[in-house]
């Protein structure tokens, strides 16, 4: 048992099963043991790898983004670059650099970096330190004023709940303890009333109203301030199915088997985020495909170019590329969704046809 499981057992003795959000918020983010809490899980030699740490070419297609929603957005100086959950920074080097095509942008931009993890805000300060961020814990403390957001892998760490059909109707899934006091997951916990009466006996429902909230957030700062946000993530249309999942070193591990030492995700559900954009008074795009949206910003060509100037790395390149843009690869697994302004055009990379039904 994890130093973390034995404080979590503890707190189930005293006070009973804890929601699996509970659980989650704890494994992650417990202030001396959490996975975000401790080193850098990222990368070859940690737990996983994302996007920008396959190659330099993502973060440039993003800072080409926000370019283009800058000059979209009437090119505001000052305006705020924000990027939620950083990691080692390597997107918003990457993403500023490419976006040096743009003096006037790098000029208005203050970079603000919402970051829970003091490991990686060490190693952002030392990547971005010509950007001179500012942090945050949270979206709330963000200043107002027009804002260009990006999160890549930050909304599936945020707790989910889960909620199963039973034969005695919903109940929310709990972490409990087993006959010999190890952690284990009971469904006996109150559901609130409005979950789908129809689905079969066995059906699992996840929310994530964390995210929800950070989503509401941006899309009230939006229709307030203007500017936009770009979210990406693995994930699917509405939250049914168990989607939790942890991984240590590159594995799939049991979920209770090492709170704090595994990190822990699940699916984003597109189809809430579009609805909280919609509460806050915005206007959601898509989600699309990530290699579909990636193409579109003009990753192909950038990718000649790399491999023309370095005609020796052009295998390790068609491996990435292939990496982020393929299908059964990132390129579908991974979407991207969008928030503006209601009535604004398609930002890069959306069409007239991915504008959120309501929008
Ligand atoms: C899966 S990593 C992704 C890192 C980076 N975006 C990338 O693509 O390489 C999740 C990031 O979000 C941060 N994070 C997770 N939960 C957070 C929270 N509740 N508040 C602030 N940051 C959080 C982590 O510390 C980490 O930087």
């Known amino acids: 048992m994890t130093t973390l499981a034995g404080r979590i057992a503890g707190r189930i003795r005293e006070e009973g099963p804890i929601t ?15 996975y975000y809490r401790r080193g850098d899980p990222l990368g070859r030699g940690g737990d996983f790898v994302t996007a920008p740490e396959i190659s330099q070419m993502f973060g440039e297609m993003i800072g080409l983004w926000c370019v283009d929603g800058w000059l979209a957005d009437g090119a505001p100086d000052p305006f705020q670059l924000v990027e939620l959950g950083p990691g080692r920074g390597t997107l918003m080097a990457d993403a ?75 109940r929310e899934r709990g972490v409990g303890l087993d006959g010999d006091g190890n952690l284990a997951f009971v469904d006996s916990l109150p559901a609130p009333p409005d979950l789908p009466p129809d689905l079969p006996i066995g059906s699992m429902v996840e929310r994530r109203p964390a995210a929800e909230a950070i989503v509401r957030d941006l899309a009230r ?18 939250g049914h199915g168990d989607t939790l999942q942890a991984v240590r070193g ?55 170019r790399l491999a023309a100037a370095r005609p020796a790395a ?21 979407k991207v969704f969008a928030i503006t302004r ?12 991915d504008r959120g039904a309501a929008a």
Request: with cysteine; hydrophobic share 50%; aromatic share 6%.
């Open 20 to 34: 699996v959000a509970a659980y989650m918020a704890a494994a992650l983010q417990d202030p001396e043991d959490g």
């Open 96 to 170: 500023l650099r490419a976006a040096a095509i743009r003096p006037a942008f790098r000029a208005a931009l203050r970079l603000h970096l919402v970051e829970s993890s003091p490991g990686l805000r060490a190693r952002q300060a030392a990547l971005l330190a010509d950007a001179r961020p500012t942090w945050h814990e949270s979206v709330a403390g963000l200043p107002p004023g027009p804002r260009c957001t990006v999160a890549n892998e930050f909304l599936d760490a945020l707790p989910i709940h889960q909620f199963v059909h039973t034969a005695h109707g919903w």
């Open 221 to 238: 700062a939006i229709a307030a301030c203007g500017g936009r946000a770009v979210l990406i993530d693995y994930g699917h249309g509405a």
């Open 250 to 304: 590159h594995e799939r591990v049991p979920v209770l088997e090492a709170p704090g030492e595994a990190d822990l995700s699940a699916h984003v559900a597109f189809a809430d985020l579009a609805a909280a954009a919609r509460a806050g008074g915005a206007a959601p795009w898509g989600p699309v495909p990530q290699g579909r949206f990636l193409q579109s910003l003009g990753i192909l060509a950038r990718a000649e």
């Open 314 to 334: 052009r295998a390790t390149l068609a491996a990435a590329l292939h990496r982020l843009i393929g299908a059964g690869a990132m390129g579908t697994l991974f």
């Open 342 to 353: 209601h009535g604004a055009p398609p930002p890069a990379g959306f069409t007239d046809a």
